[in-house]
Every structure is written in structure tokens, then in C-alpha cells.
């Protein structure tokens, strides 16, 4: 195994034998805004006590100039990851200087020039273990200590960390900003932020705590930012958790900064959290974006207790925090904010991933086992996060809610500041309900699958609940019928728990009867044929958004699971998501219709149906209310980027000389998912892409420009874009995204088939000598998509000794493609005959 690579028994040896008292770590970034420079100074003193002679610190960078020990200059033992440390003392001081690397993945330190006004930014990311990319440290959750930065910067920068500014002092070239000791923190959490970035600022008040409140973004956004609106969600969670936790904001200032170019939707950083900036809407955004922005929100606040004052050991109980997070950032939605609906997109697209994820061949309990730090890097996963958060949401109905939230006070109370296993948790959430958690927990956090769960209608009445995979269940079956108005609506309720795979259940005989009613528990649901039919029928007669979200979810795992044509699945999307009005359904209906197409249907009847949803799509863009307006234009770019019926149309719209549908701002995101569209279809060339760049010339146009330019179907285009996926090691973390989307774009799976040979030669090499961050983008990304099961097979078979979380990869992506081609032998059988 790499030194790189750290292992949870290292680990936990080297956490038996030291205990770090303290850090102070100085970043000169001076030299940032010269693009010839790669590196920073970094320079770490910690304190420590160890029970040990030897240890090492975890670093990943440049190189390593000196090491000194108790003031004594000692011999650099350096082989690339870990420092060694020898002769140590019970009491000790260590201080190395070092050369850090900028990053263009967006891990460590990430660096990025805005190319609207050459202005530089930084930012750090390091979950799961990239602080070692920045400074020399312990690498590990459980080695918490107060930090000190010192950050040597511009003058004119704004600096932040996890604490306030202690000190600011200026120098000849700069400033020198000196910042408040933290409390005790986990490495991976620790933050610096510096660049000219636009900072609104706020605050919020509880009894006599004031909180500081600041958003950032760049400056080139800055007319973008909408502070008041993320101020209001900032305010009305912490509100929300004061009440729930009982337990004060412990981290003292609260900033959210919108970062260039991350690689997550956001990062728990205490004081100091970071977000995509996707979530500054520089035009039209939807309800659905501005309701998965404050989720995010919520999720992110979340963590300042569950993550930040109470951490996990190891990566094991990584769901101690993204489970939680999760669940409290949906409860938090529906009851703190404006978005009461909040539980129907987590049913229907929160829990799709977990559906997805746990039917894999590489599923894992939600308390997994973390050999490693590349295994940990791969378990940020639907598992750890939305069935995680599932499973809690069946456990505060179980204890009881009172009792579910008095049990995570007590357990911040009794480990704030330190680390955790799920036995601590389990410990005060029995102490609260009464209950014995341990086969609770077994049965939900130790074992892997997901149930299915099916009504049987017995010809004499009443029916049988039938589950695979056998769990006990709490959950309620709604009984369904039509009112005076026409409207399906709930008559009857009836809550019961199962445990074993057959369940007899006592129903009226209504048209329509939904298991897993209000979503209760997590499994999957079929519809019985009765239900079925009437769904089929009635589903807009369904007046309850959460039902409706529990139906869409039912449809579209029977698609995926080949038990529902994907030609019904379609023909219920085209009728019925017109009259949708949840934004979150509307959205995932409106992305999975396509998917259906492209990976479902036989490739024979791939074509008429596209032409018929871009038909579909194109007409309600036009005749939809503005609040869903933008949401057909996206879909309509999205199955235009198969088809090329409309392009000229499209073309017409984006050139001025005919008019965009009435009430839809054609900004600059919308106009380059249309000329990807186009170049996809090859109805546009580089001298198009190249105009529309010098139109939009920020990070997001650049971005935007390198997909559609890999996108044009034609065997030179794709031959360049594969050279530099694999060639070109300065793209960034979303310029390497771009070219492989752009690669993948459109329909002519004629033009990138021919590479299948050379993925398969070239993924261990991309592992051994890339991050795992970008060799993850490539090896995910690149999989291909045609009869390749013998190629991946041949690979899994010859690389029995590959990294196992290479392995992990292959697997999954083999799994998805083999689930496909399931799907499409089933959907041939309902194709229509080519026989007169």
C-alpha cells in the first residue's frame, strides 16, 4: 500500500500513542498571483505528547526543507507522504518548513484566476485527508487540537479561517493576518480562504449570543449574489437547531464563501463554510435549485454540531455525520424555511440514490468498514447519506421525536470537542426512549440491501404485504379514492410493522393503495396491477405532493429493475408532467424520461423516441407558466443534444432572429446548454462555440466552451479530447469534467466506441499516477457504455491485485452497464415489430 494511503489500524496505533496538544501553521501566500509560481511556503510547529520514540506527520507536497525537533535541527526523512519522526521525547515540539503545491483539483490548497478580470482566488478542501497537501499535520479525525494560522497574503485580500482575526499586520508587500486559536478540530476541517472576494455581512442574535454573519463569492459574481435571500435560510436554521439541540453555535463567527470550481456541493469547514459556486444563479434559477440550495444550507449548519463538535474515529462512522446532516437538513426545510414540501424531494431523488447505490454489487452497511483512506474517499456515497438519513428518519418515529432529540443533546453534551463510535450514540439514544437499540441498529446500520415491498390483492379481500429481503418495518398503507372534485386523495391510513416477507393486511378496496405511505421507512415500492392502472390513468388526479413522489419513485424503480416498460414509464411522464407542479418532481421526471431513452429502450426504438420527447419538451416550453418555463428549456436542450430536429429552431433563438418563448431570460447558462446541443448534433462549428466564448468570457463560459468544443461529432474532435483527458495534466477539476462530458455528449456512440480498448489499458496507469479525485472522473466518466462486459470482466480478472477502490469503481460502472442491458433486452420484447 502507497504511504499515501493511510490505513484505519496505522492510524489507530499512532492515535494510542500520541495526543497533540496544539498546532500554529503560517501559509506565505504572496507569490499566489504569479502564474509561474506552483508552490507556498508552509511552515507547521506542533505540540505534542507521545507514549512512543517514533511517529511520522502526514504531507503531501513540493518537497521538505527542514525538520526541528525540542529546537534541534534533524535529518529530513521525507518520502513523499509521511515525515518521519524519531528520538521523540514524552513532551515534544516539532516544527517543519515545507513547500505545499497550488492544486487545479480541488484538493488542498486550489488555486484559480477569474478570467473576467485576471483576479486570483484561493481556497481550501480537504475532506477526506488533503490538509496534508497544505501543511504537515496528523492526518487523522480522532487527533484534535486548537490551530493558529498565520497567513502572509496580498494586501487587499480578504483572509478567513475557521476563527476571527486576531491580528492584521502590513508589510512592504502585503499583510500578515494572524488568526483567534480554534477550539479542539479534526484536520479535515480546518479552512483558509484568501482572494479579493465580495463580502455582505450580517448577523444573527439568540438571547446574549451574537453570532457574525458573512457571504462571499467572487467579485466578478458579486451582482449575482442574492445575501439577503442565503441570510434569511442562515438565520431561520440557526434559530431552528438553538431549539432542536439545546446546546449554544459553539464556533463563534458564521461565513459561507461560494468557491470557484469545487468538487462538492459544499464543506462543513467550522466558521468557515465553503459552497459550490453553482449556487450563485447567475440567471433564472429554478424552485427547485433555490430549495436544493437551502437544503444545503441546512445541511452544512447541521454539521457544526453532528461532524465539527462531535466527530467520528475513523471514517467507519462517517454516516455519524451525513446521515444526521442529511436527515436535519430536510427537517429543517420543511419545518424552518418556506420550503414545507422539502420530505418529497428527499423521497423521490435523495432516496433514488440510495436505491441506486445499495443495489450495486459494492453496497455497504451505513456503518462501513474503512480499511483505508482511498475506501473512505469512495464511501462519500447515497448509502452513507441518504439511506443514512432515511434510516434516521425511521428511528425518530421508532424512539419517538422528544426523545430522539434529547438523546443528541445529551451525546453533544457528553463528547463535545471529541470522537465518537456508534455505541456512544446508541448509548444516549437508548437512555432517552427506553429502548434497546442494538437490534434496531443491526438490522439497519449493519447489513446492506435494499427491500422491496409489494401489495397482493387476494380475490375474497384483503391482501398480502409482501417485502424481499426481509427487515421489520414501520409504515403506513394509504388507501386511495376518488373524492366528489375527482381528486385521489387519502380515505384511510393504516399503519402496521412487518418483519418477515409475507404480512397479511386488512384494506378497503379503493383504486388505488400505496405501501410506504407518508414514507415512513426505506424500501422500495411496487404498485399493485389495480393501483397501477389507476396511476396510469389518474396520477394528476393525485392531490398530495409526498403520495405523488412515492408513485414517481414506484414507477421509475420498476423501470430501472426491468419490471415497468420504460415505453410506459415514458408515455406516463409525457401526460402527466405537464400538470406537475412540485419543482423537485417536475425535475427528476423530466431527467429520468431521457435516461430511459438512452439506456432502457432498445437502440432501435431510441430514435422515435427521442424525436417525440423533444417535441414533447419543445411545446410545453412555450406554453409552460414561468414557474416551470426554465425547467422544459433545460429539458428541451437535453434531448436536442440527441436529436437535431430543432435545431434550427434553437439555432434562431440564440441568434436573435426569432424570439425566445414569452418569459424565458435566455442568460448565459441556458444559451450554452443550447449550443451544446447543437454542437452535439453537429449543427454548429468552432467559429459558433468561439463567438459565443468571446460573448460569455468568465470561468463558467470557458468551462462551458471546452464541452461543446469536445462535443462535435466528428472522429478528430474525439481523438483530441482523449489525448488531453489522459495527456494533459494542467486541465483542472472542471475543465477535465468538461472534456469528458463533452467527449460523451450525444448520440453517435459510433465515434467514441472505438476507444473501449484503450480505457481498459489506460485506468490503472490514470490511478497510479493522478489524485484520486481526477482519476475518479476519468475511470467513472470514461467507462464504456456499449456490449463491454467481457472487456471490464477480462480487466476485474487481470487486476485482482488493483487498488480496491479501483476496483470498487470498475465494478460499479460494469453493474450499471450490465443493469442497462438488462433493460434493454426486457424493453425489446414490447418494441414494436418491423413486420407488416
Not at 525540542?70 to 518521519?84: E, L
Not at 499583510?175 to 479535515?188: E, G, K, M, N, R
Not at 426545510?333 to 454489487?361: C, I
Not at 487486476?799 to 476496483?807: F, I, Q, S
Amino acid at each position: 500500500m502507497s504511504t499515501a494511503n493511510l490505513s484505519r489500524a496505522e492510524t489507530a496505533e499512532r492515535s494510542r500513542s500520541i495526543e497533540v496538544l496544539r498546532y500554529r501553521v503560517e501559509l506565505d501566500l504572496l507569490g499566489a498571483v504569479d502564474p509561474g509560481r506552483d508552490t507556498f511556503s508552509t511552515t507547521t510547529t506542533v505540540e505534542f505528547s507521545s507514549r512512543s520514540p517514533d511517529t511520522w506527520l502526514d504531507f503531501i507536497g513540493a518537497g521538505v526543507e527542514s525538520v526541528t525537533v525540542d529546537g534541534t535541527a534533524v535529518d529530513v526523512q521525507y518520502d513523499g507522504a509521511r515525515i518521519a519522526l524519531t528520538g521523540l521525547r514524552e513532551s515534544t515540539v516539532v516544527t517543519v518548513v515545507a513547500q505545499g503545491d497550488y492544486s487545479r483539483s480541488g484538493e488542498g490548497l486550489h488555486r484559480f484566476v477569474d478570467p473576467s478580470d485576471g483576479q486570483t482566488y484561493l481556497y481550501t478542501q480537504y475532506e477526506p485527508a488533503d490538509a496534508r497537501r497544505v501543511f504537515p499535520c496528523f492526518e487523522q479525525p480522532d487527533l484534535k487540537a486548537p490551530f493558529t494560522f498565520v497567513v502572509t497574503a496580498p494586501r487587499g485580500w480578504e483572509v478567513i479561517s475557521n476563527q476571527h482575526v486576531d491580528r492584521r499586520d502590513t508589510v512592504s508587500d502585503g499583510q500578515i493576518v494572524t488568526f483567534a486559536a480554534t477550539l479542539p478540530l479534526s484536520t479535515y476541517i480546518t479552512a483558509v480562504v484568501a482572494g479579493p472576494y465580495h463580502r455582505v455581512e450580517f448577523s444573527w442574535q439568540r438571547g446574549n449570543l451574537t453570532v457574525p454573519l458573512s457571504v462571499l463569492c467572487r467579485a466578478s459574481l458579486a451582482r449575482y449574489l442574492d445575501a439577503d435571500t442565503i441570510f434569511d435560510i442562515t438565520q431561520q436554521g440557526l434559530d431552528f437547531f438553538a431549539d432542536a439541540f439545546d446546546y449554544p453555535y459553539p464556533w463563534g463567527k458564521y461565513d459561507q464563501v461560494f468557491v470557484p470550481e469545487y468538487n462538492l456541493g459544499a464543506m462543513e469547514n467550522p466558521g468557515c463554510v465553503t459552497f459550490t459556486e453553482a449556487y450563485v444563479f447567475r440567471g433564472s434559477a429554478t424552485d427547485a435549485q433555490y430549495e436544493g440550495r437551502a437544503n444545503t444550507i441546512l445541511h452544512e449548519m447541521a454539521h457544526m454540531w453532528f461532524g465539527d463538535l462531535v466527530t467520528m474515529v475513523w471514517w467507519d462512522d462517517l454516516w455519524l455525520k451525513e446521515s444526521f446532516a442529511d436527515y436535519m437538513g430536510s427537517l429543517a426545510s420543511a419545518e424552518a424555511t418556506r420550503w414545507t414540501q422539502a420530505w418529497v424531494a428527499f423521497a423521490n431523488r435523495r432516496k433514488a440514490w440510495a436505491y441506486l447505490q445499495d443495489q450495486l454489487p459494492t453496497t455497504h452497511p451505513i456503518v462501513a468498514d474503512i480499511v483505508d483512506l482511498e475506501a473512505a474517499k469512495l464511501n462519500f456515497d447515497g448509502i452513507t447519506y441518504a439511506k443514512g438519513a432515511s434510516v434516521l428518519k425511521q428511528l425518530a418515529s421508532y424512539v419517538g421525536r422528544d426523545a430522539f432529540f434529547e438523546g443528541a443533546r445529551r451525546y453533544f453534551r457528553a463528547h463535545a470537542f471529541g470522537n465518537t463510535t456508534l455505541a456512544d450514540l446508541l448509548t444516549e439514544l437508548s437512555g432517552t426512549s427506553g429502548r434497546d437499540l442494538t437490534s434496531w441498529a443491526d438490522a439497519w446500520l449493519q447489513t446492506s440491501g435494499v427491500s422491496t415491498l409489494a401489495l397482493e390483492r387476494n380475490d375474497g379481500g384483503g391482501a398480502t404485504l409482501s417485502q424481499t429481503d426481509p427487515r421489520p418495518h414501520r409504515l403506513a398503507i394509504g388507501m386511495y379514492d376518488f373524492d366528489e372534485a375527482g381528486d385521489l386523495v387519502c380515505t384511510e391510513r393504516t399503519e402496521i410493522d412487518i418483519t418477515t416477507s409475507r404480512t397479511p393486511v386488512d384494506l378497503s378496496d379503493a383504486p388505488l393503495v400505496l405501501p410506504n405511505d407518508a414514507d415512513l421507512t426505506y424500501a422500495k415500492v411496487r404498485l399493485d396491477t389495480r393501483s397501477l392502472t389507476t396511476v396510469e390513468n389518474s396520477l394528476d388526479r393525485v392531490r398530495d405532493p409526498l403520495a405523488r413522489g412515492l408513485i414517481w419513485s414506484s414507477l421509475w424503480n420498476a423501470t430501472r429493475d426491468s419490471e415497468l416498460e420504460a415505453a410506459r414509464y415514458l408515455a406516463m411522464a409525457q401526460r402527466f408532467s405537464p400538470t406537475e407542479s412540485n419543482p423537485a418532481l417536475l425535475t427528476s421526471v423530466l431527467s429520468n424520461a431521457p435516461f430511459a431513452i438512452e439506456h432502457y429502450l432498445p437502440e432501435s426504438a431510441r430514435a422515435d423516441a427521442r424525436s417525440r420527447w423533444l417535441e414533447h419538451t419543445w411545446n410545453e416550453m412555450f406554453v409552460s407558466d414561468s414557474g416551470a418555463q426554465l425547467t422544459w428549456a433545460r429539458a428541451v436542450a437535453a434531448v436536442a443534444a440527441t436529436d437535431g430536429g430543432r435545431a434550427a429552431d434553437i439555432r434562431s433563438i440564440l441568434d436573435g432572429s426569432a424570439p425566445p418563448p414569452s418569459g424565458l431570460s435566455l442568460d448565459p447558462d441556458l444559451r450554452w446548454a443550447f449550443w451544446l446541443a447543437l454542437a452535439a448534433t453537429g449543427h454548429a462549428d468552432d467559429t459558433d462555440l468561439h463567438a459565443e466564448w468571446q460573448r460569455d468570457d468568465t470561468g463558467s463560459g470557458r468551462t462551458a466552451y471546452l464541452r461543446a468544443m469536445s462535443a462535435r461529432p466528428e472522429v478528430a474532435v474525439k481523438a483530441e479530447a482523449w489525448a488531453s483527458i489522459f495527456q494533459d495534466h494542467s486541465l483542472s477539476n472542471d475543465h477535465l469534467d468538461a472534456t469528458i462530458s463533452g467527449f460523451l455528449a450525444g448520440a453517435r456512440r459510433d465515434l467514441v466506441a472505438p476507444f473501449a480498448a484503450d480505457y481498459f489499458a489506460a485506468v490503472r496507469p490514470t490511478w497510479r499516477d493522478r489524485s484520486i479525485e481526477m482519476a475518479r472522473r476519468v475511470v467513472t466518466g470514461l467507462f464504456p457504455r456499449e456490449k463491454t462486459l467481457g472487456a471490464a470482466d477480462a480487466w476485474l480478472a487481470a487486476n485482482a491485485d488493483a487498488p480496491g477502490a479501483l476496483r470498487r469503481l470498475i465494478v460499479e460502472q460494469r453493474d450499471h452497464l450490465a443493469r442497462d442491458l438488462r433493460a434493454q433486452e426486457f424493453n425489446s420484447r414490447f418494441a414494436p415489430s418491423d413486420e407488416s
